[in-house]
């Protein structure tokens, strides 16, 4: 047997451990694994899953060399390797920029390293998020979910009646109730424009979009032209302006939860406050989906999730580490209980009974039957960008019509221009289809 200590640091990350090599043994094949570094409890739990699966694979010579990267270092660091060729075999992408990793030619299919029975188990909405063009790139082991919180007894105060349980508000509806609070001298909603992050506006609003029958890029992600600025998404985002307009909602807050500190009614949010809202009110808490502007709600969703590379080096081996890391008790049920997100497989609600109560039975229901996920798009990073910059600027009183039609030009000058490059590059009679 051979026993060796290592300690060495490459790209910025640092891996320490030891390597065992016992004659006789199957020959040691490692897995490159790469992930972004999250909250402590969830680099936690991944070096558990990581260890887990060493363990139960070391008959066979697997092992996973785990890697972890900062979130504001993370793109850049996955596009330096894929520039040098040296892509790690697995790594975790945030949902929204799937399709820009399959463009690149980055991903490998997955439609074949699950059955039809395992992919059922997963939610629709993390199944959507991961598909691109009809084939399967990216699955999560957690999802998010976003809901109206509210305050039965300021609700009671104000002689406002929430709907039937698991029902949206119309917009009117919404609006009136808003009224019925400012008049009894209680804070309508919280919106958190404060925050920073163009992800907010786009993850937070796009439900508002979608409900009034419009869309943020063309279904195919290859345009937004006459899209962004579309008539529906114009009257969608005029109503919403209407509630910063009749000061139902700050523009500019500073506390970063104003519900938890019991000074607004309502609380535009998702899952990540639910435990600190249910300690706080108990069952004086209450959850709707979010307020629709057509004969439908609609709810935000998606998060992480984990694609195969393209240039692993042993994809059989990078297949089992992903069956590994999102398999309901090894992958979904320890990463959930660590970041307190939605679990990505129905079979692993039965590890977390609160999901058969509010508000979390909400959470599920939704993701089941009318969440969707953010535009599967290359040109995301672009559009998020401008979106959220549009967002503001309306709630800040701007003009919708124009300004939305600022934002598409944007987008579209982006697109055009990637369109452009691909047709000067590609030879006159070439006959591949454009990315």
Excluded at 109 to 130: K, N, W
Excluded at 291 to 305: F, I, M, Y
Aim: charged letters at 20%; glycine letters at 8%.
């Amino acid at each position: 047997m051979t026993v060796g200590f290592f300690n060495w640091r490459v790209a910025g990350a640092v891996f320490v451990g030891w390597s065992v090599v016992v004659a006789g043994a199957a020959p040691v094949r490692v897995v490159r694994v790469w992930c972004h570094q999250g909250q402590e409890a969830e680099n936690a739990a991944m070096r558990e899953i990581a260890g887990a699966f060493d363990a139960a694979h070391a008959s066979e010579g697997l092992r996973v060399e785990l890697t972890f990267f900062p979130d504001f270092q993370y793109t850049e660091k996955t596009a330096i390797a894929a520039a040098a060729h040296d892509l790690p075999d697995a790594f975790d992408i945030d949902g929204p920029l799937v399709a820009r990793y399959v463009e690149a030619g980055l991903l490998a299919p997955l439609d074949d390293v699950f059955s039809r029975a395992e992919l059922e188990d997963f939610l629709p909405t993390i199944r959507a998020q991961g598909t691109v063009d009809g084939k399967l790139y990216a699955l999560g082991s957690f999802d998010s979910a976003l809901v109206l919180y509210f305050d039965r007894e300021k609700f009671a105060r104000a002689g406002v009646t929430p709907p039937p349980a698991g029902q949206a508000w119309t917009w009117d509806e919404f609006l009136a109730a808003c009224g019925k609070l400012q008049a009894a001298g209680i804070e309508p909603v919280a919106l958190h424009l404060n925050e920073t992050a163009d992800e907010w506006f786009t993850y937070a609003f796009s439900p508002v979009v979608w409900s009034g029958g419009g869309a943020l890029a063309s279904a195919d992600g290859r345009s937004v032209r006459d899209v962004l600025a579309s008539g529906a998404n114009v009257r969608s985002l005029r109503a919403w302006q209407q509630v910063f307009a009749r000061k139902f909602a700050e523009t500019d807050p500073v506390d970063p939860d104003p519900f938890d500190a019991g000074t607004v009614a309502m609380d535009w949010s998702g899952h990540w406050l639910a435990p600190a809202h249910v300690k706080k009110f108990g069952a004086q808490l209450g959850a709707m989906p979010l307020p629709r502007l057509g004969p439908k709600p609609v709810a935000a969703c998606g998060s992480w999730c984990w694609g195969l590379s393209r240039q692993a080096r042993d994809s059989v081996a990078a297949a089992e580490w992903l069956r590994w890391v999102t398999d309901a008790k090894h992958g979904v049920e320890p990463m959930a209980r660590a970041n307190g997100a939605v679990p990505a497989r129905r079979s692993a609600f039965a590890a977390f009974p609160e999901y058969t109560r509010a508000p979390f039975n909400l959470f599920r229901e939704q993701l089941e039957q009318f969440a969707r996920p953010r535009p599967r798009t290359p040109f995301y990073a672009t559009l998020t960008q401008q979106f959220a910059a549009a967002l503001r600027d309306i709630a800040h009183g701007a003009d919708v019509a124009p300004r939305l039609h600022a934002a598409e030009d944007e987008v579209q000058r982006v697109v055009d221009r990637r369109f452009a490059r691909f047709a000067t590059a590609m030879p006159p009679d070439s006959k591949e289809a454009k990315p």
